[in-house]
């Protein structure tokens, strides 16, 4: 059974510095996707890793896929404000392309 | 193009009460999913449609139903609702050629 864990589920950091997220799944799976949710919002695509090594960034956040340790990261680079939102990984799962196995997501604040 | 739209955007019910939420999209996607977020427990899939005419259990059916009634509409039932059910339903759809779901805004329901 596939099983996605993100870690730190909370995170509270200072405009500036820069930080990581981890998500961990546990079965082979062959694409892993970023959300981004705003407080009382919808969830917003923010990347989709397809292969090993894959890398993607867009602004202060860049995605990595190792397939091989079935681990993905997401890094914050000096870290702004308007960064602060809770952010999901969610897993493909292999052979049922639609489904997606999500994560618990990070609760991120950055603070002035 | 409006995308993903849910009605209502807010409801309140009493326990055994029933009742329907709505879904449309009009990127002329086969594939469209329900899920529940909760505090805590990240989203779970509920049901989801890989096309039209065919519907599939997710993770957490029990207690619902779902009509996907063209290819643009894909409807989620609560025939007798129980304060369980308290939470925040989202809609997503994806196309075939494309890897993101794509979210609705999101329907917060209250069961007391």
Not at chain 1, 11 to 18: A, F, I, P, V, Y
Not at chain 1, 86 to 94: E, I, Q, S, W
Not at chain 2, 89 to 103: H, I, L, P, T, V
């Amino acid at each position: 059974e596939l099983k996605v864990e993100q870690n730190p589920l909370f995170l509270s950091m200072q405009e500036g510095k820069n930080y990581t997220i981890y998500c961990n799944y546990s079965t082979t799976s062959d694409r892993l996707y970023w959300y981004r949710q705003d407080p009382g919002k919808s969830l917003e695509s923010l990347f989709v890793l397809l292969s090993n090594g894959a890398v993607k960034q867009e602004g202060r956040l860049m995605a990595s896929l190792d397939t091989k340790a079935r681990l993905s990261t997401l890094h914050i680079t000096a870290a702004v404000h308007d960064l602060s939102a809770t952010y999901f990984c969610a897993v493909g799962n292999a052979g049922n392309n639609r489904k997606l196995i999500w994560g618990l997501g990070t609760s991120l604040a950055v603070n002035p | 193009n409006a995308g993903v739209t849910q009605t209502p955007k807010f409801q309140v019910l009493k326990t055994g009460q029933s009742m329907t939420l709505q879904c449309a999209q009009d990127m002329n996607h086969n594939s469209m999913y329900w899920y529940r977020q909760d505090p805590g427990m990240g989203l779970r899939l509920i049901y989801y449609s890989a096309s039209e005419g065919t519907t599939d259990k997710g993770e957490v059916p029990n207690g619902y139903n779902v009509s996907r009634l063209n290819k643009r509409e894909f409807s989620l039932r609560l025939e007798s609702a129980a304060p369980s059910q308290t939470s925040v339903y989202f809609c997503a759809s994806k196309g075939d050629s494309s890897y993101e779901q794509y979210f609705g805004p999101g329907t917060r329901l209250t069961v007391t």
